[in-house]
């Protein structure tokens, strides 16, 4: 079968260089959501859901788009924790016109996890629950960013945007997000000091497995992969100032990753072992 310039192009760009430009995505039907400006659209026949930053939010003089490089790269990492699923496909939709990124995420079938007992929701993110205080999920407490498969048998994270040093409306976590993850204090259901009962429930020993499975190197490498590619994306587009912010944003949070990291497998460890 015979294919034109530009589906060779479309097929280039979403199998080996992983990017795509706003030109490529069809179909797209607006609607305001969250703190993104949220649409579905099809990306190779294929139905996504498309999210830019809001304008309005603060973002503590950040570029808005740097919220969903954010949220990128906090995909990037779940992936490597199967037990930790997210949506099937993730892609970052550059709008060199205007100076905008965003993302896109392929759409997950299922209903929102607060249409389930607490208790079943629970057992279903255990594989997750060290992966989630690792990245600082905050907002892993708002049922809205989980979805239950029609089966009810696994749960699906999405819009990890208020992760690593970003608050899911923009701002910077500041000092919150530290070498030394409050959030085993604040996250696990076990600590007296918890302020979310999500996790009660969970199954500790398959959380610590799960996270445990996946060494730091491979986890690093995702990093340095994943943050050389969106700058050579952002500079290729012309969006140096973007490219400069997710340059410092991703050496400023890395070594705070490779701490917590420890801190965390440290503690998944001793579950382990008792």
Not at 245 to 266: G, S
Request: with cysteine; aromatic share 8%.
């Amino acid at each position: 079968m015979r294919i034109t310039e530009g589906q060779l192009r479309r097929i280039i760009r979403e199998t080996l260089l992983h990017e795509i430009d706003i030109e490529d995505v069809g179909e797209s039907c607006w609607a305001a959501g969250s703190t993104h400006l949220l649409s579905t659209c099809t990306i190779g026949g294929d139905k996504f859901y498309l999210k830019f930053s809001e304008e309005i939010l603060n973002y503590d003089g950040a570029d808005p788009s740097m919220l969903v490089l954010n949220e990128y790269l906090a995909y990037k990492i779940y992936k490597l924790f199967p037990g930790a699923k997210t949506p099937g496909r993730i892609e970052i939709v550059y709008d060199r016109a205007n100076k905008k990124v965003a993302i896109a995420t392929l759409a997950v079938p299922g209903k929102h996890g607060r249409s389930i007992p607490p208790m079943v929701l629970a057992k279903l993110l255990s594989a997750g629950v060290y992966v989630d205080i690792f990245m600082s999920h905050w907002d892993i407490s708002n049922t809205a960013n989980l979805v239950v498969s029609p089966e009810g048998d696994s749960v699906t994270r999405i819009d990890p945007a208020g992760t690593l040093a970003k608050r899911a409306q923009g701002r910077d976590k500041g000092g919150a997000f530290s070498d030394m993850p409050g959030e085993l204090e604040t996250m696990l259901p076990t600590s007296n000091r918890r302020i979310t009962d999500i996790f009660v429930g969970t199954d500790l020993r398959e959380a610590a497995q799960s996270f445990l499975s996946t060494q730091w190197d491979s986890i690093s490498q995702v990093i340095r992969d994943t943050h050389e590619q969106v700058l050579d994306d952002l500079t290729q587009r012309g969006m140096f100032d973007l490219a400069q912010q997710w340059d410092d944003y991703v050496k400023r949070v890395a070594p705070i990753l490779a701490k917590r990291h420890r801190a965390v497998a440290e503690h998944a460890q001793h579950i382990m072992e008792t």
